[in-house]
């Protein structure tokens, strides 16, 4: 995997979001070895079944949209109204996430993980995160 674009990166702690080497963003989550249940981010217990073996674990870049709502008040560097939600993956993991703003969102419909500007920073510098847009993942 690749360092995170060069614009000032809202990257979670402990390597939880990266890039591909095509640039694509990627999640990386947690496995328990002893359960198998899934989480993101990682956490250093199990939720399941308490067991502290819990290994990195690439999440799919494909979801659904569980249910989403617009935010009109945010830090002043923030580009508003942000939009934000729960994807469920489809290995069993709910996440909260930004996401890019469309009319095409929906709940119950298929979103994909991407790249976003999210705000600018008092140097003029581009906010960026993960987030997921609305559709499937464009090939
Ligand atoms: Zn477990």
């Known amino acids: 995997m690749n360092s995170p674009p060069q614009t000032r990166s809202?990257?979670?702690p402990g390597g939880a979001a990266s890039v591909d080497a095509q640039g694509r963003p990627v999640l990386v989550g947690?496995?328990?070895r002893a359960c198998h249940t899934r989480m993101f981010p990682k956490t250093t217990v199990c939720c399941a079944c308490m067991s502290e073996d819990v290994a990195d674990a690439p999440l799919p870049s494909e979801g659904t949209l569980y249910s989403f709502t617009q935010v009109h008040v945010?830090?002043?560097q923030w580009n508003k109204p942000l939009v934000v939600g729960y994807v469920d993956l489809p290995d069993?993991?709910?996440l909260f996430s930004h996401l890019r703003n469309s009319a095409a969102l929906a709940i119950g419909?298929?979103?994909h993980?991407?790249?976003?500007q999210?705000?600018?920073s008092a140097e003029g510098e581009a906010i960026t995160t993960f987030m997921f847009a609305?559709?499937?993942?464009p090939q």
């Open 109 to 111: 419909g298929p979103v």
């Open 134 to 137: 609305a559709g499937e993942q």
């Open 10 to 12: 809202m990257w979670l």
């Open 92 to 94: 069993g993991v709910r």
């Open 30 to 32: 947690g496995e328990c």
């Open 118 to 120: 999210v705000g600018t």
């Open 74 to 76: 945010g830090p002043a």
């Open 113 to 116: 993980l991407t790249l976003g």
